[in-house]
């Protein structure tokens, strides 16, 4: 079993759809970084974690530490958001992160 | 500002042939990563330096894999020779902070072994 699971693994959306990804770990970390990954492309850093909630434009990241989950949400989808949204967690005083194998989304007009 | 830079973005090569790649980080980034990531999984940790130091290099297969980073700032990561199972992304990313802050990636560079 990964450390770092992701659901779901594949998501088609329309336009305008509200998009939730989930990511849930099974060790105690000192923090969570929501990626985004283009197809071709490089990765970008979306959000880093540690506790509650975060929010960027169409973007919301939350995290609960006592349930070992997050969810980064999606608001008025758009099919430019398509790409692959990886969770990685940082496991406890550990330098090293942990990658999930990432959600695949696709908007669709 | 510019971001962390990878060269090639593509390389095709033959296997029992050498490749290097290279990365430019931030600007004052101490932390850099090599990241190898295959088709449709998460990148896997290469070696993390904190300034000129090596400070992980545990998943490196140092049989075939080299990498420097000499004065801190630049690195390169070497294969010799690359075999079939090579195939993949490589990544870089750098930190600001000692191993703990938001990590910044490049392009990446894709490796193709014939």
């Known amino acids: 079993k990964n450390e770092v699971e992701q659901s779901p693994q594949n998501l088609t959306a329309q336009e305008g759809e509200f998009i939730t990804i989930n990511c849930s770990y099974s060790?105690?970390?000192?923090?969570l970084h929501w990626l985004q990954q283009h197809p071709g492309g490089g990765i970008v850093s979306l959000f880093m974690l540690s506790s509650g909630k975060k929010k960027h434009g169409r973007l919301i990241a939350t995290i609960n530490i006592q349930e070992k989950h997050s969810s980064l949400h999606i608001t008025a989808s758009h099919p430019r958001d398509s790409a692959v949204y990886i969770c990685a967690v940082r496991p406890g005083t550990a330098s090293k992160l942990t990658f999930g194998t990432g959600t695949r989304l696709q908007v669709t007009l | 500002e510019a971001g962390v830079v990878q060269s090639p973005r593509y390389k095709i090569i033959e296997k029992k042939q050498p490749v290097a790649f290279w990365c430019n980080p931030i600007?004052?980034?101490?932390?850099l990563y090599w990241y190898r990531q295959n088709l449709g999984q998460g990148p896997e940790l290469l070696i993390r330096?904190?300034?000129?130091?090596?400070?992980?290099d545990s998943q490196l297969p140092k049989d075939r894999f080299s990498a420097e980073r000499l004065k801190g700032v630049d690195s390169t990561l070497k294969i010799q020779p690359a075999e079939l199972g090579d195939s993949a992304v490589y990544l870089c990313?750098?930190?600001?902070?000692?191993?703990?802050?938001?990590?910044?990636f490049g392009e990446g560079s894709r490796l193709t072994v014939l």
């Open positions: 060790v105690g970390i000192s923090a």
């Open positions: 600007s004052g980034h101490n932390t």
């Open positions: 330096y904190e300034n000129e130091e090596a400070v992980d």
């Open positions: 990313a750098s930190s600001p902070f000692l191993a703990t802050g938001e990590l910044f």
